[in-house]
């Protein structure tokens, strides 16, 4: 069975850093296309970033709000993903999900999510 | 970038009857080496995750029932509901994962009349 729990969100004030985890299991993590996705408060959903398998040498793409800002980051050695946030804003406040995908599409499964409030 | 554009915002329908959701991509997501349309769709309930209902614009993830469907290829797109129950209250996403950014659309929620 394929889980995905994320945790780390809390309440930053504007310009501080924040890092969410993912803990994976059920699956091989180092072949599996990782993303995440945000949903501001009442908002539809918003791609965040995503890092490929190793069949596609880790590489990473971001969203334009996020670029220079966001890391993702993974530990396969503990089928862990991260968010590493930095110089966040108010505007990056949201529930933030991570995804797996497996074949099918890039978001076959999703975790519970975790909130991030940025605000002073 | 590809923008997805999903119509109506919102529709209500009365229990038992059919629900239709659009979905415009601004750019084709058929990839013609395989022939497949990289369009998803994801089921919201509130207080939720999304759920995956659809891949390859038509492709029913295990476990979903058959009253929903998905069609469509290239730029146009439909997730139906044949028959809708009160489950299946929701808002309902498409997705193209055909380029990066694998844009969203901007949601189309879905009420009982």
């Known amino acids: 069975e394929v889980q995905l729990v994320e945790s780390g969100g809390g309440l930053v004030k504007p310009g501080g850093s924040l890092r969410l985890s993912c803990v994976t299991s059920?699956?091989?993590?180092?072949?599996?296309?990782m993303t995440w996705v945000r949903q501001a408060p009442g908002e539809g959903l918003e791609w965040v970033g995503r890092?490929?398998?190793?069949?596609?040498?880790?590489?990473?793409d971001y969203a334009a709000p996020v670029k220079g800002r966001f890391r993702i980051l993974r530990d396969d050695s503990k089928n862990t993903l991260y968010l590493q946030m930095s110089s966040l804003k108010t505007e990056d406040t949201a529930v933030y999900y991570c995804?797996?995908?497996?074949?099918?599409?890039?978001?076959?499964?999703w975790g519970q999510g975790t909130l991030v409030t940025v605000s002073s | 970038d590809i923008v997805m554009t999903q119509s109506p915002d919102s529709l209500a329908v009365s229990l038992g009857e059919r629900a239709t959701i659009n979905c415009k991509s601004s750019?084709?997501?058929?990839?013609?080496?395989?022939?497949?349309?990289?369009l998803a769709w994801f089921q919201q309930k509130p207080g939720q995750p999304p759920k995956l209902l659809i891949y390859?614009?038509?492709t029913r993830e295990s476990g979903v029932p058959d009253r929903f469907s998905g069609s469509g290829f290239g730029t146009d797109f439909t997730l139906t509901i044949s028959s809708l129950q009160a489950e299946d209250v929701a808002v309902y996403y498409c997705?193209?994962?055909?380029?990066?950014?694998?844009?969203f659309g901007q949601g189309t929620k879905v009420e009982i009349k």
């Open positions: 995804t797996v995908g497996l074949g099918n599409s890039d978001n076959d499964y």
């Open positions: 059920g699956f091989t993590f180092s072949d599996a296309w």
């Open positions: 890092v490929k398998g190793k069949a596609y040498d880790f590489t990473r």
């Open positions: 750019q084709s997501v058929l990839y013609s080496s395989n022939n497949k349309n990289y």
């Open positions: 390859w614009a038509s």
């Open positions: 997705q193209q994962y055909y380029s990066t950014p694998p844009a």
